[in-house]
Nanobody, 119 residues
Framework: QVQLVESGGGLVQPGGSLRLSCAAS????????MGWYRQAPGKQRELVAA???????NYADSVKGRFTISRDNAKNTVYLQMNSLKPEDTAVYYC?????????????WGQGTQVTVSS
């Protein structure tokens, strides 16, 4: 099992920045990728950014150039640096970890952290 604990959410003004953190614990040896998803009220959950164990990254088009995902393997932690925040970034952000036990995949989720961008 994998436990994910998110932190760093909060209220910021448009144009501001936040840094989200997600610390993984438990059976972390087989984590293939970690990422961030978000879900706004009335909207479907969407991928924001992800990073694989090999360092490859993937971003939603809406956040490219503004958000950066990174990881600290020694701390089993993934970060999401969010700059130039917009009101449309307001959502609950969920940390995700994908565990691969060949040939199967398992997803683990954090409880979510609220990000609100408003003046």
């Amino acid at each position: 099992q994998v436990q994910l604990v998110e932190s760093g959410g909060g209220l910021v003004q448009p144009g501001g920045s936040l840094r989200l953190s997600c610390a993984a614990s438990g059976s972390i040896f087989s984590i293939y990728a970690m990422g961030w998803y978000r879900q706004a009220p009335g909207k479907q959950r969407e991928l924001v950014a992800a990073i694989t164990s090999g360092g490859s990254t993937n971003y939603a088009d809406s956040v490219k150039g503004r958000f950066t995902i990174s990881r600290d393997n020694a701390k089993n932690t993934v970060y999401l640096q969010m700059n130039s925040l917009k009101p449309e970034d307001t959502a609950v952000y969920y940390c995700n970890a994908r565990v691969v036990v060949t040939p199967r995949e398992y997803d683990y989720w954090g409880q979510g952290t609220q990000v609100t961008v408003s003046s």
